[in-house]
């Protein structure tokens, strides 16, 4: 049996420039964190032909072609595996709260599949492949970060150029910083799930449209990463933690969709209660709420005053790892 593990990820500063829709004009750039919560994948190989692949649902088929899940498929087929295996998938945390779990899954599932067929693959090739698949093959409107911060782990940062090559290196923050970051994060689940693409759909259709707006939202976007990442690598977390809400308030103006009133109401208890800043994280509509507090005993009260879920998360350096073989 093979076990692979794959991390998902908070986003940073710099979200939505990933999307090719938006890079292949004007260049992407983001930092992202992935986290200790993950997408497991197990492979077994069976004695008797066909597939059993078990989800959310259970499938058992003879063909390779007759798997309902795409992205099983798709994984299968680019890989070559055409008989006789059993996946399985558990996650630390559902789908459709806007930690990318969706690309943890690719990334898992494409190395537990490398594995099986004793090929090896590298971490570039690895998120490479997993965005081929969910964004080439399967037509998806999202973009490549959640592929390549699941495959490489850490706190990264990605530039994504025209020509859809990405740049990626680890972000120069201190120990004692990123130590304190860790402990300034807090997650709270807004008991809302949702699909990523839905949302991600109308972003992608205004940048393929050449919507003025819509660009010049993910050019100051794009700036708010990069003065993040300024702030981190100079240890300025009070800087960050304000970049944060300054991220949010022009991330709501893309879509009526990213937030709701409730979310709103939320938001302005916790900077009531001691947040700097926050945003929901991922493409919006519900999941979590990543706020930055300097002091969190009087944020986690408020917001269990209000009966949210606090998640506690670390840093994850790993990034997609195969524990078993």
Known sequence: MIIVRSPLRITLGGGGTDLPSYYRAHGGFLIAAAIDRYVYITVHKMFHS???????????????????????????????VDDKVEITSLADIPAGTGLGSSGSFTTALLQALHAHQRSIVSTRELAEQACHIEIDRLGEPIGKQDQFIAAYGGVTCFRFHKDDKVDVWPAAIGAETLTNLEEGLTMFFTGMSRSASAILKGQDDKSKAMDPAMADNLHYVKDLGQRSLGALEAGDLYKFGKLMDEHWQHKKKRSDAISTSEIDKWYEIALRNGALGGKLVGAGGGGFLLLYAEDKKRLRHAMREVGLEEVRVRFDFEGTKTLVQ
């Open 50 to 80: 066909g597939f059993i692949v078990k989800y959310s649902q259970l499938e058992s088929v003879r063909r390779r072609e007759d798997i309902r899940h795409p992205i099983v498929r798709e994984a299968l087929a680019l890989t070559g």
